[in-house]
């Protein structure tokens, strides 16, 4: 049986060495957040489009960080800046519309004196424009 002294001092050791590996995965997982995020919209479509060819990359990823954001929010962890901007740039997704015809295009004129306008009304019209 050890003496208390001895036994005390590797229960610290122990507690030492854990928090130590806890901290090395930590590091490690930010620089890996670190590298995804430095990655080019091409190199992450690229990426996507080798894994589920028939997928839509930039859903697929948005996906990833909302799993992400709910496992911070389950744990009560703080989101990481590099989370929370993915997040925010991904919510604003383009949108998937067609267009059948290219719309005609406008031109707002304001004036004060409505003689001008009418003037320049008048050009614009002879000009097609």
């Known amino acids: 049986m050890l003496p208390d002294h001895l036994r005390d001092d590797l229960k610290q050791r122990a507690r030492i060495e854990r928090a130590?590996?806890?901290s090395a995965e930590e590091e490690r997982a930010e620089q890996l957040l670190n590298a995804v995020m430095s990655l080019s919209q091409e190199e992450v479509d690229a990426i996507y489009?080798?894994?589920?060819?028939?997928?839509?990359?930039?859903?697929?990823?948005?996906?990833?960080?909302?799993h992400a954001v709910d496992l911070c929010r389950k744990e009560q962890r703080a989101r990481p800046l590099q989370l929370r901007s993915a997040f925010a740039q991904l919510r604003q997704m383009e949108l998937g519309l067609a267009v059948t015809e290219p719309a005609t295009p406008r031109i707002l004129l304001v004036d004060q004196d409505a003689?001008?306008?009418?003037?320049?009304?008048?050009?614009?019209?002879?000009?097609k424009v």
């Not at 589920?52 to 996906?63: L, Y």
Request: positive net charge; aromatic residues 12%.
């Open 49 to 66: 489009y080798k894994l589920w060819p028939n997928e839509d990359s930039k859903q697929r990823a948005f996906g990833s960080v909302q």
């Open 20 to 22: 130590q590996e806890d």
């Open 115 to 127: 003689s001008r306008l009418l003037v320049w009304r008048k050009i614009l019209l002879d000009l």
